[in-house]
């Protein structure tokens, strides 16, 4: 089991940059693949950034060039968030997959993220 805690939300104007922390009960570099998702009400979570165990990234097209995901050699993953937009507005959720058969991925509790125009 993977214990998910996110941390670095709040509210930011247009433009501004903010940071989001996931702190895994795991060391990050033993799962298959962590990432960020977002959600706005009544929409599904959708991914915004993924970080395989390789260290291959991939983003989604509205926050290519502006964000990057990354980690650190212990249990944190990170989001960097540059020229954040009011369409980047939502509750941040950091996901870990095992990539196991019959092993669930893993969430955490969200995070808000509030971009002002």
């Known amino acids: 089991q993977v214990q998910l805690v996110e941390s670095g939300g709040g509210l930011m104007e247009a433009g501004g940059s903010m940071r989001l922390s996931c702190l895994s009960s795991?060391?990050?570099?033993?799962?298959?693949?962590m990432g960020w998702y977002r959600q706005t009400p009544g929409q599904p979570r959708e991914l915004v950034a993924a970080l395989k165990w390789t260290g291959a990234t991939d983003y989604a097209d509205s926050v290519r060039g502006r964000f990057t995901i990354s980690r650190d050699n212990d249990k944190t993953i990170y989001l960097q968030m540059n020229n954040l937009k009011p369409e980047d507005t939502g509750v941040y959720y950091c996901?870990?997959?095992?990539?196991?058969?019959?092993?669930?991925?893993?969430w955490g509790q969200g995070t808000q993220v509030t971009v002002s125009s």
């Open positions: 996901n870990a997959d095992l990539k196991r058969p019959g092993v669930p991925a893993y």
């Open positions: 795991r060391k990050v570099l033993t799962i298959e693949s």
